[in-house]
């Protein structure tokens, strides 16, 4: 059954994959109305410093990574075609200020005061408008950097039809927006959730952990996607939404193992685990302090996270390896999890380091697929939650099997004799004034003499049930041995005794019209501790058991 139940979970998670592949080729395949674009790629003088360059191709050109305090100039002439409804000129800037010139007259600028103030500006889209008759017209833009290793490459400017970007932008980012969307809606939604139910129980901080993941890894996601554009323009708070996101989330996949079977089974793999948690801990707490005193931005330090993700890599393929080769792999789901984030992980750490300092693309900057890589793994987080709860309570639906069995009469469904002890000790051990009713069955033998022991057993059950009905409102019904039965009332103050037995005498003559043939009758007793106050509760049970027996032999007289 259980192997069964793995390959259903395996064959899930293949199909997904493989059904987000297949949507996101064809989601990609859009066909944009290219009159609508304009791309500014020939034609270009360029001074970085003291170097020139004339008659640039930007798609061809690449120069040594710009550092902070580099200036670059860029001037062309814009080109013949035009976009005939409300142009404007779409500009891609990293980590510097930027001023455009149009025919030598500043129509737009960015980030002067901040790089004077050497706050951190951040990089993103600029939209600026144009005339719409610009054909032939000089165009400059000039840019200051203010981190190193800014960029060795820059995306080629763009006129566009302003009435068409943010459309056609969305469409070709539907995929992306659409996991990214979901990744964040999701987090918020098991996050308030996971919160609620940590409360009550401190096993749902491996959901709360699930949840924050998938909140920070869809911020960042949309952010490097430019996805951010279409809530907020502000590139400042696109950059410390993205670094802040990037360098907090990966604490959160750490906290979720924090003892785990998958990391504690192995003693160094778990000092390795909280070294790791506590270098992560240590970076995030310096990388948010030197932010916000201005000391150190946050570009400059996402050398380190990379490293310390690269170690993450390594100290779970280890484990990995380890549990493979002993056979004590856990949870093969969350292992397939953990290993397609880390794959997409590796290969954009590489996939970015060879784009920024490389400029292996030919492309400024490089888009993530981390995203596909983090929905599978929040998913696999998931099932290994949902296995893991699951085993809980069926170890808690196993105890409580267990406990009936030891606790319940097998005949009855009432306490027991072994719980009855348990009752009397508790009681003793109370400051209610509790009360015990004896009861004892009649003419059993008699029924089982000459209506067989099929007919004195369900005399039996019958009285159970009926004793159940009555009195488990009030307290507990238990069956001492044979016909002897007992019922605890634990606070006699809030229960009309009289009013009990009343009920109880109602409910016999009820069985016995119902059941001609059954003739239930029952002699009982009760006393309370409040009558005798010194006396321990089996003292009080061994009263109403006298009171029961002189009743007993009144009936009994009564029907000789």
Known sequence: MEKKKNHTIHMFLLVFIVCLVVLSNVLSRVELDASNYCKINKGWDIEINDAAYENVVLSEFAFSALDRGDVLKMKCELPKQDIVSNPILRIYTIHSDIEVRYNNRIIYEYGKELREENELLGYGYHFVHIPAFYAGADIELIMHITEDDAFINMEIPEICNSDAVIR?????NRVPLSINLFLVVFGILVLFV???????DKRFFKLFCVGCFSLGIGCWSICSYDLILLFTFDMRMKAFLEFGSLYVSPLFVLLY?????LVTRHKGAYIGYKLLLAVQCVFVLMAFLLQILN?????????IQHCIL???CIGVIVLTVIDIIKKQLRNKVL???ITVMLSVGLFDIISFSAVKYLGAS???????????????FVISQLVDFGMEIGNIFLKGAKAQVLEQMAYIDDMTGVANRRRCEQVWDSLDQSKENYGIFAFDLNFLKQTNDTKGHAMGDLLIRTFAQTLSKVFDDYGVVGRIGGDEFVVFITDVKKVDIQALTKMLDKEIEKVNEQNPDLGLSTAYGFCSHEDYPEDDSRKIYRKADEIMYENKMAMKAARD
């Open 310 to 312: 690269l170690c993450l």
């Open 168 to 172: 056609d932008f969305i469409i070709i």
């Open 194 to 200: 996971s919160i609620i139910f940590c409360i009550y």
């Open 362 to 376: 030919g492309e400024a900057r490089y888009t993530s697929i981390t995203c596909i890589g983090a929905i599978i």
């Open 295 to 303: 000391i150190v931005h946050f570009p400059v330090v996402l050398k």
């Open 335 to 337: 292992i397939i999890g």
């Open 257 to 261: 193992f924090w003892n785990d079977e």
